[in-house]
């Protein structure tokens, strides 16, 4: 039987090494080599699993578990499947072990739930539930920070869903280094992942948030990545997939966090819609495309004299780049100079807009504060600004232009391939091919 080794692993970015060092050679960090086995290689393996036929797996492959939340399911893409480890992440104290909580709580009775922790006391977990009104037969509590006692009782208990509170406290006596650590996060995770699998067990990890902003722990071995966004102003908070292999990456779902836990938000328009009318002026409304889902926000912007020799260009909620872009086309194809003046942009209720539909409703926004003149009234407006001045289409013309009407809106300027082929009973559509056409159609 071979020996087992001994290598130095840095805590910091997880790099080997063969012997000790007092700087690391990958990250240049000082004095976070530790020392670790290396298991040994076993002199005969245990046989693995064998290849199944595609025909024989039966129509059971596209079960997935409600969770109890629509919005939720959503998220998810349809609800939990089975044998999936999804990777929830967000700031501290954003809601993540509450929210989970009451997922599992609200699971059907008829699986068996497991919820682990090893920053909280069994006590304090109840306490929670208790003030969340929780009750639920089904659900066993488990507080450890060992990863092999985690992943015994929940095949004692014959859990069907597992949730670990959080990733970060897990340990395994494999490996000799501290919680925390990327030895440890990559071990405990890709036993997690293998346990999952091979048990066809859904597990939740709940993972906190680097200064960087990113989940600490390795994001490609699970199979969903789920954020926690929140705006410490706002009492609403957005749950968004960046990585999810059984549904759409960019879905969102929107929740309210109450005193008695979160509630789901069915129609979030209605949240990001400051107010019922668009008379003032520098406000438009566009229709963003979130997932699977048209979504209305309000878009404000402010043109003010600038103080200085260099003017501000300040953009919350879409990309500040793309706002110099637009910038230089209004004044290039637009006949509209703003070398003088500050412009500030913003996205009402902290949503971020990463596509180009709202090129047009920033441009219409920008030109109404700078002359003072309000859009017209119950207006939406999309599109893609080009660099020639051409206003391009963009996808989902026709569902975004059906949830404006839904919404109470009467006009809506689009480009002029978006315009739907049979006409939209309720709201009047006008097509724009030019930005300089939008800017007279909007603010006639």
């Not at 530790?34 to 040994?40: A, E, G, L, P």
């Not at 393996?45 to 939720?72: D, I, M, N």
């Not at 006590?123 to 066993?140: E, V, Y």
Request: aromatic share 6%; with cysteine.
């Amino acid at each position: 039987m071979a020996r087992a080794k001994t290598a130095y692993v840095c805590r910091e970015c997880g790099a080997h090494a063969v012997k000790w060092q007092g700087q690391c050679p990958d990250c240049d960090a000082w004095n976070t080599l530790t020392q670790t086995t290396v298991s040994s290689s076993p002199a005969s393996r245990q046989q693995g699993p064998e290849p199944a036929v595609l025909e024989s797996l039966g129509e059971e492959t596209g079960l997935r578990y409600p969770t109890g939340f629509s919005e939720f399911d959503r998220v998810l893409g349809g609800g939990l499947v089975p044998g999936s480890v999804v990777l929830l992440g967000g700031d501290p104290g954003v809601g993540k072990s509450t929210l989970l909580q009451q997922v599992a709580a609200q699971l059907p009775a008829e699986l068996q739930t497991c919820y682990a922790t090893g920053e909280e006391s069994l006590h304090q977990i109840a306490q929670r539930s208790h003030r969340l009104g929780l009750d639920s037969p089904s659900l066993h509590l488990l507080s450890d920070s060992s990863l092999d006692n985690i992943l015994q009782q929940a095949q004692a208990t014959e859990a069907r869903v597992l949730v670990i509170d959080s990733i970060q406290t897990l340990s395994s006596e494999d490996v000799p280094s501290a919680p925390g650590s990327v030895s440890q996060l990559r071990e405990c995770v890709s036993r997690i992942v293998n346990f999952a699998k091979q048990k066809e067990v859904s597990v939740f990890l709940i993972g906190h948030v680097t200064k960087e902003g990113a989940i600490a722990g390795p994001q490609h071995m699970v199979d969903t990545v789920l954020y926690f966004e929140t705006d410490p102003g706002s009492r609403y908070t957005i749950v968004r997939a960046v990585k999810n292999r059984f549904g759409a990456s960019s879905e969102m779902g929107v929740f309210a966090m109450l005193e008695t836990g979160f509630r789901e938000v069915k129609n979030p328009s209605a949240i990001f819609l400051s107010r019922e009318d668009n008379s003032g002026s520098g406000s438009i409304i566009t229709t963003s495309w979130e997932g699977s889902r048209p979504l209305l926000v309000e878009i404000q912007a402010l043109v003010a004299d600038a103080n200085s020799n260099y003017p501000k260009r300040l953009a919350q909620g879409i990309d500040q780049n793309r706002l110099a872009l637009l910038i230089a086309v209004l004044q290039r194809h637009g006949g509209i100079g703003l070398s003088g003046e500050d412009v500030f942009v913003n996205v009402v209720g902290g949503l971020r807009i990463a596509e180009t539909s709202a090129d047009l409703p920033v441009l219409l926004a920008i030109v109404s504060s700078f002359r003072d003149r309000p859009c017209r009234e119950k207006l939406v407006s999309f599109g893609e600004v080009g660099l020639a001045g051409e206003v391009r289409p963009v996808r989902f013309g026709s569902e975004r232009i059906q949830e404006a009407r839904k919404q109470g809106f009467t006009t809506a300027i689009v480009p002029a391939s978006n315009v739907p082929r049979k006409k939209i009973k309720g709201i009047e559509v006008i097509a724009v091919r030019k930005l300089d056409d939008a800017l007279t159609e909007a603010l006639s």
